[in-house]
């Protein structure tokens, strides 16, 4: 019987090879998977942006995404506001309200993070097909990590402008803020460096005296202005101090998570080298010990204050930084199987054990500094960036082969900026990119974030520059942070059900839902996120609230309308909450406002966008078991 011609061009392929395989008794499939691996390579060598808009990436490794998170949060606070945090609140003692506030709000807050973002594979706009009524809160995510980004950029360049500064005096054998001989310093300047008895004695009894650090801070770097209101011309060495920074954060993001996943490398693992140098260094100088023990001797009578417990809640949850935003980000890139509790378990503590022991380094050296000066520590220690700009620029300068130590501090700085600026970055990109899927690329966004962000910073390279940084850093991601955080546990917990969620996760890891460890794993978290997150996040904002101070930075105090803007900058992101849920009651009943028809179930329970990853992740392990089973057959 003759095959017919549909039947002879199905199997011609098939008959081709056995006769192949028959006539030369080679077989040619290894070449076949060869010729494919080549190809598949060649193809994405050659990806061209349509594709690149579709495509979504994922992190290289697990030790990436890990890396990232711990860039994130491992941050200049890290450095330079919590040892002064824990001196200031009873040394040793503060650790216990430290540690009880991480288990409780913030290792509840990462793991709930991490997890929305990999369970949804989305970031903060996109993934509130949750419960769309409340999309609202991805919008105030955007606009406080943008405020945010916008002055972190700004440190990141004064950073910059030290170490060009450090380098260009290489040649002089001498720091630049080591001496009251140059043109920005003020009669008023004294030299501590002196061992002349009368002028130690000026500085106790001249309240305007002022080191040559803090001069060449205020005076030459920033040259400052009076106050807000005196905003004065830009400092164009600063303004091209950042032009670098944001040019380095778009070369290192260019390719989105695959160039961030290699530059974390560097940023989240550099930065403890050199804490490690300082501090085998520090420990060598005389009067380390000194400030060691002001900073780790327990005061156990501070515990009843409840600004020690204030404190060490608002440190933890800056520290990690959740409800910015980028932790949904990063996590949206892990593969949907991934152990997101270990991961914030692991994450969580080391930033906090980093924190520690960068308090280590710290005080080793303003021992070393309070020592050479014939001070005690309480008058030495400061937070903030006075301790990055001017306390410890002048015990390094005290240090053999100063250079050196300057160079290695300022580094560490600028990789520390730099490791959470990159994840601020991704995360605007990202959610810019997930909320119009398939119209705009990472790039470009990227590119115009960049351009647009650069720009508006520009205001801070002013005279008045700074009075303007310490309005964001006060207001951008503080209250606003807190009350989208809030809203953001409240919403999953109760409106869409932390039941419902804890399934997800259990669907995602992997776990069997079975045994006394899980009842036990699930009754922990029902109850912290459902009654203890939230009501700790309520006490911190009200202790936030109740605790504000109208701003100042030195002798000047902001007026009236300038802490009114700083008030503006904190609800203008929340503001997205209540009027994106006004637009969506509004557009679902057509301009009417809803009020039959059980349409609110709608716009509060999840859509069928929902649970998406999970499905195409079940989608492709069957492809790979049908694989499996037709190589066994």
């Known amino acids: 019987?003759?095959?017919?011609?549909?039947?002879?061009?199905?199997?011609?392929?098939?008959?081709?090879?056995?006769?192949?395989?028959?006539?030369?008794?080679?077989?040619?499939?290894?070449?076949?998977?060869?010729?494919?691996?080549?190809?598949?390579?060649?193809?994405?060598?050659?990806?061209?942006?349509?594709?690149?808009?579709?495509?979504?990436?994922?992190?290289?490794?697990?030790?990436?995404?890990?890396?990232?998170?711990?860039?994130?949060?491992?941050?200049?606070?890290?450095?330079?506001?919590?040892?002064?945090l824990c001196?200031?609140?009873?040394?040793?003692?503060?650790?216990?309200?430290?540690?009880?506030?991480?288990?409780?709000?913030?290792?509840?807050?990462?793991?709930?993070?991490?997890?929305?973002?990999?369970?949804?594979?989305?970031?903060?706009?996109?993934?509130?097909?949750?419960?769309?009524?409340?999309?609202?809160?991805?919008?105030?995510?955007?606009?406080?990590?943008?405020?945010?980004?916008?002055?972190y950029n700004v440190i990141i360049a004064w950073i910059i402008y030290y170490l060009a500064a450090v380098l260009y005096s290489l040649p002089s054998g001498q720091l630049p803020?080591?001496?009251?001989?140059?043109?920005?310093?003020?009669?008023?300047?004294?030299?501590?460096?002196?061992?002349?008895?009368?002028?130690?004695?000026?500085?106790?009894?001249n309240p305007n005296s002022s080191t040559p650090t803090e001069e060449y801070f205020n005076r030459n770097m920033l040259k400052i202005s009076t106050g807000i209101d005196d905003m004065g011309g830009v400092r164009w060495e600063l303004a091209g101090c950042l032009l670098l920074a944001w040019i380095i954060v778009f070369s290192v993001l260019i390719k989105g998570v695959k160039s961030l996943g290699k530059a974390v490398w560097f940023t989240?693992?550099?930065?403890?080298?050199?804490?490690?140098?300082?501090?085998?260094?520090?420990?060598?100088?005389d009067g380390a010990m000194d400030g060691i023990r002001y900073y780790i001797t327990p005061n156990l009578s501070r515990l009843w204050d409840i600004q020690v417990w204030a404190d060490a809640a608002m440190q933890i949850f800056f520290s990690l930084g959740?409800?910015?935003?980028?932790?949904?980000?990063?996590?949206?890139?892990?593969?949907?199987?991934?152990?997101?509790?270990?991961?914030?378990?692991?994450?969580?503590?080391?930033?906090?054990?980093?924190?520690?022991?960068?308090?280590?380094?710290?005080?080793?050296?303003?021992?070393?500094?309070?020592?050479?000066?014939?001070?005690?520590?309480?008058?030495?220690?400061v937070s903030g960036p006075g301790l990055a700009f001017v306390v410890y620029p002048e015990a390094v300068s005290k240090l053999p082969f100063p250079h050196l130590w300057a160079i290695l501090f300022f580094l560490m700085l600028l990789f520390l900026g730099l490791g959470t600026q990159f994840s601020i970055m991704e995360t605007i990109t990202r959610i810019v990119v997930d909320a119009w899927p398939g119209q705009i690329s990472h790039r470009v966004v990227l590119a115009v974030a960049c351009c647009l962000m650069g720009t508006a910073g520009l205001s801070m390279t002013t005279q008045g520059g700074m009075y303007v940084l310490q309005m964001m850093d006060n207001h951008a991601g503080t209250f606003s942070a807190l009350l989208t955080g809030l809203v953001e546990v409240v919403v999953v917990s109760w409106v869409y059900g932390v039941d419902n969620f804890l399934e997800d996760i259990r669907r995602m890891i992997g776990w069997t839902g079975q045994g006394r460890l899980y009842s036990?794993?699930?009754?922990?978290?029902?109850?912290?996120?459902?009654?203890?997150?939230?009501?700790?996040?309520?006490?911190?904002?009200?202790?936030?609230?109740?605790?504000?101070?109208?701003?100042?930075?030195?002798?000047?105090?902001?007026?009236?309308?300038?802490?009114?803007m700083g008030w503006v900058v904190s609800m203008v992101s929340v503001a997205c909450i209540p009027l994106v849920m006004l637009w969506k009651v509004v557009m679902m009943g057509?301009?009417?406002?809803?009020?039959?028809?059980?349409?609110?179930?709608e716009l509060t329970k999840p859509t069928p966008e929902w649970g998406s990853a999970e499905r195409e992740y079940l989608k492709n392990e069957g492809n790979k078991d049908d694989i499996e089973l037709r190589m066994l057959a």
């Open 520 to 564: 036990f794993h699930k009754a922990y978290w029902t109850i912290t996120w459902k009654f203890v997150t939230p009501t700790l996040l309520t006490v911190i904002l009200v202790a936030s609230i109740l605790d504000y101070q109208p701003m100042k930075y030195g002798d000047s105090v902001y007026p009236d309308w300038a802490n009114g």
């Open 590 to 601: 057509r301009w009417r406002i809803i009020s039959k028809d059980d349409r609110w179930d």
């Open 1 to 84: 019987m003759v095959p017919d011609n549909d039947d002879q061009r199905e199997g011609s392929e098939s008959d081709n090879l056995v006769s192949l395989a028959d006539d030369t008794g080679q077989v040619t499939i290894a070449e076949e998977v060869t010729d494919n691996i080549m190809t598949k390579h060649q193809q994405e060598e050659e990806l061209s942006e349509e594709e690149e808009i579709v495509e979504r990436a994922a992190w290289g490794s697990k030790i990436e995404f890990f890396l990232s998170c711990l860039s994130f949060a491992v941050g200049l606070g890290n450095v330079w506001r919590f040892p002064y």
């Open 268 to 285: 989240a693992l550099f930065p403890y080298l050199i804490l490690s140098i300082l501090l085998c260094f520090g420990l060598s100088l």
């Open 322 to 381: 959740p409800c910015w935003g980028s932790l949904i980000t990063l996590a949206s890139y892990n593969k949907f199987n991934n152990n997101t509790l270990r991961d914030a378990v692991f994450v969580a503590t080391a930033n906090c054990l980093t924190s520690f022991f960068a308090g280590f380094v710290v005080f080793s050296f303003i021992g070393f500094m309070a020592h050479s000066v014939n001070k005690d520590i309480e008058d030495v220690i």
């Open 87 to 151: 001196y200031k609140n009873g040394g040793g003692a503060f650790l216990i309200p430290y540690v009880l506030n991480l288990i409780f709000t913030g290792l509840p807050l990462f793991f709930f993070e991490l997890s929305l973002g990999q369970y949804a594979s989305s970031s903060p706009i996109a993934l509130w097909s949750i419960s769309p009524l409340f999309q609202g809160i991805g919008f105030s995510m955007l606009l406080i990590v943008i405020g945010i980004g916008l002055y």
């Open 177 to 205: 803020w080591t001496s009251c001989d140059n043109s920005w310093n003020t009669p008023d300047c004294v030299d501590v460096n002196s061992h002349n008895s009368s002028l130690r004695g000026i500085i106790d009894n």
